[in-house]
């Protein structure tokens, strides 16, 4: 049998928390979520991850660059996703600056997110 990605899901909201994990769940994926970045960052040091997927704005406008970037140098495979229901030119660039694979407005459609990251696992 195949291993289900390893998914990293970062979120403030605790309902988003909630929901969305439990969606990747029913698509295939082992889902650890974060409330918190340092909760985040402490998941990517001593856990294994394919894919995160990360809140723009965790605690503090933008920080959700800082858990993509500990990502990559961690573990530079990994495909990285930004949601953000603030959506602005200045983060879509830095988004791309960072090497982020693709950007969210919330509320995600959640079949294009997994359609996203399937297509960028399987790349």
Do not use: C, W
């Amino acid at each position: 049998m195949e291993s289900r990605p390893q998914l990293l899901f970062v979120d403030d909201e605790s309902s988003i928390r909630v929901l969305m994990p439990a969606v990747l769940a029913r698509h295939g994926f082992q889902v650890t979520a974060a409330g918190t970045v340092s909760e985040a960052l402490n998941l990517i040091a001593t856990h294994h991850f394919d894919v995160l997927v990360s809140d723009l704005n965790i605690g503090e406008p933008g920080d959700g660059f800082t858990v993509v970037s500990a990502m990559r140098r961690t573990h530079p495979d990994a495909a990285t996703f930004i949601l953000t229901g603030y959506p602005a030119f200045e983060s879509a660039l830095e988004a791309i600056r960072q090497q982020v694979d693709d950007y969210f407005v919330k509320p995600a459609d959640a079949e294009a997110l997994v359609s996203r990251i399937l297509a960028k696992l399987e790349g």
